[in-house]
């Protein structure tokens, strides 16, 4: 149960940091552009800051260059390769239309 708790505090942590920042950019985009209203630039904070957080978080887990290279030993481990023949050449029927 205090791992359940913890998990929901990090969670929570993380979503009160998105969104503070995202307040902060909001100002921010509001006093550059002073057309944009304060709950746009708010939500356009907000979706930049999780996506680059995101993508951010996605690039320790992109595969290293070596590992993409190293095809030449999977060579056998391939499965053949099924090809099912379907007859090409059937008509179709035409339906009656009822009016």
Not at 8 to 16: D, F, K, M, R, S
């Amino acid at each position: 149960m205090a791992g359940l708790f913890g998990l929901l505090a990090i969670y929570l942590l993380v979503n009160a940091f998105l969104l503070g920042l995202g307040i902060g950019l909001g100002y921010l985009l509001r006093w550059i552009l002073p057309g944009v209203e304060l709950g746009t630039g708010i939500l356009i904070g907000v979706v930049s800051a999780s996506v680059s957080l995101y993508l951010m978080g996605r690039i320790p887990s992109m595969p290293d260059r070596e590992d993409l290279d190293d095809d030449d030993e999977d060579e056998d481990d391939d499965a053949p390769i099924k090809i099912y023949a379907f007859d090409q050449n059937r008509k179709r029927r035409r339906r009656r239309r009822d009016y």
